[in-house]
């Protein structure tokens, strides 16, 4: 048969080709499929099937051995996901003459809500790496890095960004005067975020001390650094917060670039924001993606009963 002369990882290949024409789905997103469907396949073919003969019991049985593994619901519910997507694909495309995943539910996930930071946190981060920046008797190096590290995450307070997408911002962000960002985010969708003025001022006090060393120049990146892409990487920026976290007294394992995006959406819902500008800022297709913050409105009209209700006291 045709069919089964189709490997599981050519038939991987032609669904994220497909997630890269028809969805415009980012690389880090088409890895991560990859890494779940690899692993999926790989499982499959211990027990000498392949996702054209899969049924709903062999995909049962790979959500059993993920729990055997000790991956968490919410892993798994990832997993399952990415599963679904890739049988419909076959199923559409005429690969497969069912899809076996369409009657499969999902584990059983309690609410979990985002890690987050309060505001003095926030402002402690700030406060430490901006420390000595201004310093001109230590080494330039140090002062372009404490720069960096306080740049950076001031436009993650300020604007909510994707670690991906501020590790990669053009240098054109910083010189254009503006007060917006024009963000790409996922699937190339366009999105403008507002810049804070400290922000600003934090992008120019970087520049500076960058415009002094000719180890950088000519590059393209707001935030260039000696990395295949050429500019910081995410896992370089995640580590440098870690420390920082740990110089304002922040248990580093609390702390990480998503956090501090999470912290960005918390802060604005806290102080009033409405949810539908918080999604636009976040870069969120869907509203959905959004009502993991909804604890947040829940609290804030508690109290705006609590404070308001003219009965509430009696």
């Not at 539910?105 to 979990?112: H, T, V, Y």
């Not at 670690?163 to 990669?168: G, I, K, R």
């Not at 917060?241 to 960005?264: E, Q, T, Y």
């Not at 539908?276 to 993991?292: K, N």
Request: hydrophobic share 40%; aromatic share 6%; proline share 4%.
């Amino acid at each position: 048969m045709a069919r089964a002369a189709i490997s599981a990882t050519r038939l991987i290949d032609m669904f994220l080709d497909m997630l890269a024409a028809e969805r415009g789905a980012a690389e880090n997103t088409r890895l991560a499929y990859r890494r779940d469907l690899a692993d999926y396949a790989a499982f499959l073919a211990a027990g000498r099937t392949g996702p054209l003969e899969a049924d709903t019991n062999a995909i049962r049985g790979y959500l059993n051995d993920l729990e055997k593994r000790g991956f968490s619901p919410s892993s798994s519910a990832r997993r399952l996901s990415s599963i679904r997507q890739f049988h419909k694909f076959l199923y559409v495309e005429g690969r497969s003459d069912n899809d076996p995943a369409l009657v499969i539910e999902g584990p059983k996930q309690g609410r979990r809500l985002p890690k987050t930071l309060s505001i003095n946190d926030v402002g402690r981060l700030l406060a430490v790496s901006i420390e000595g920046v201004d310093d001109a008797a230590r080494p330039l190096p140090e002062r372009i890095r404490a720069a960096r590290m306080a740049c950076l995450l001031e436009i993650l307070y300020a604007t909510g960004l994707r670690v991906s997408e501020l590790v990669a911002l053009p240098l054109r962000a910083a010189t254009s005067g503006e007060q917006m960002l024009t963000i790409k985010g996922k699937g190339g969708r366009e999105r403008l975020v507002p810049l804070s003025r400290p922000a600003i001022d934090a992008i120019r006090r970087f520049r500076d001390l960058v415009k002094q060393s000719a180890s950088v120049g000519g590059s393209p990146w707001l935030f260039p650094a000696d990395s295949e892409s050429g500019h910081l990487t995410r896992q370089a920026f995640a580590r440098d917060l870690k420390l920082v976290a740990s110089l304002a007294g922040i248990d580093g394992r609390r702390v990480s670039p998503h956090v501090l995006r999470h912290a960005f959406a918390s802060h604005l819902l806290q102080n009033g924001a409405d949810l539908r500008v918080v999604q636009e800022l976040l870069g969120h297709a869907d509203v959905s993606t959004t009502q993991i913050y909804t604890h947040v409105l829940d609290e804030r009209m508690r109290a705006m009963v609590r404070d308001l209700h003219p009965l509430a006291d009696e």
